[in-house]
């Protein structure tokens, strides 16, 4: 049972790093090393095994319904405990790495900035007004694209006191 | 003839930002009929703001956001969780394109862009940071 909790780490570890793929790979073959197992078939094993904890997450399952679950697989009831603990304590980091995979439309990156003054041009010799100019970099699906705007003074004034109104309305919902 | 010399007078008006009779009047030759001469000056002088603000208004510049609107949408449910009440923030802006490139037919587009609460946050700091630069330089 020792071996099953060294196993449970390293799946938990990849599930909470889904990035590490590498990482997890080693560690899986360095199980097998230690513990003589052929790394084919464990493989296969942790594929299955995988099923699982992604399917309760779509699905929202708590502890108890995960421990039922792998017991009909056929797991011994002291593993599937384990294991079900073990989802516990990661589900909220696991629940955000989810939310943080959905959909989001044009998804706003980052922003630039930069105000100045326009001193002239080829109507007006002297000119004095103030413009702000902004840069937003947007995700357009798996791409970055650059969008670049100008504001007035009183037009970025009137957006700002938008935006403090849809912070007050996203924290009325959280 | 006549046309494009009065353009030019009031180009020549606008451009330098004159604001007194004395200085347009200046400008007429010196045998040019003088009841003219203040009827123009007069004219001119009525139309020259609302002339500055125009030019202003059409010089170039980066596209510019003409409106915006915004909206909170509550996400319920996605492929990858079944049940989850993440707020998230829809802002559609509304921009034209260089008013100087586009003459009389401004080209606008609207732009839906989606932000987190986190990302929201960190943008009101910078719009924040704008802010007190803004008063900083007003305040010199």
């Known amino acids: ?174 | 003839q006549l046309v494009s010399a009065l353009h030019n007078l009031t180009r020549h008006v606008v451009y330098q930002g004159l604001t007194k009779p004395e200085d347009i009047l200046s400008l007429f030759p010196e045998n040019f009929h003088q009841n003219l001469k203040n009827l123009l000056t007069k004219i001119i002088l009525e139309n020259a703001s609302a002339w500055r603000n125009e030019a202003q208004a059409s010089q170039i510049s980066l596209p510019r956001l003409v409106d915006m609107d915004w909206r909170v949408d509550i996400k319920t449910s996605s492929d990858s969780i079944s049940r989850m009440a993440v707020p998230t923030c829809l802002l559609q802006l509304k921009i034209q394109e260089d008013a100087a490139l586009c003459g009389n037919n401004p080209v606008v587009s609207a732009l839906t862009v989606e932000l987190s609460k986190e990302t929201l946050d960190t943008m009101l700091e910078g719009l924040g940071r704008i802010r007190d630069q803004l008063s900083a330089v007003a305040n010199k």
């Open chain 1, 1 to 174: 049972s020792q071996q099953f909790s060294a196993l449970t780490e390293v799946i938990f570890r990849f599930l909470t790093e889904p990035k590490e793929v590498e990482r997890f790979l080693t560690q899986l073959s360095d199980f097998a090393t230690m513990n003589k197992l052929s790394l084919g078939p464990l493989k296969n094993i942790v594929k299955s095994i995988l099923l699982v904890p992604n399917g309760a997450l779509k699905r929202n399952l708590s502890s108890e319904q995960v421990r039922a679950d792998f017991i009909a697989l056929g797991l011994s009831e002291e593993k599937a405990s384990y294991f079900a603990e073990q989802w516990k304590l990661n589900s909220p980091t696991l629940t955000r790495l989810a939310v943080g995979q959905t959909l989001m439309i044009n998804q706003l990156i980052d922003m630039e900035w930069k105000f100045g003054v326009t001193a002239g041009s080829s109507e007006l010799e002297k000119v004095g007004s103030i413009f702000l100019q902004l840069k937003l970099v947007i995700k357009k699906g798996s791409q970055m694209e650059n969008v670049y705007m100008e504001l007035t003074l009183p037009q970025f004034y009137s957006f700002l006191h938008e935006m403090e109104r849809v912070k007050t309305s996203l924290e009325s919902f959280s």
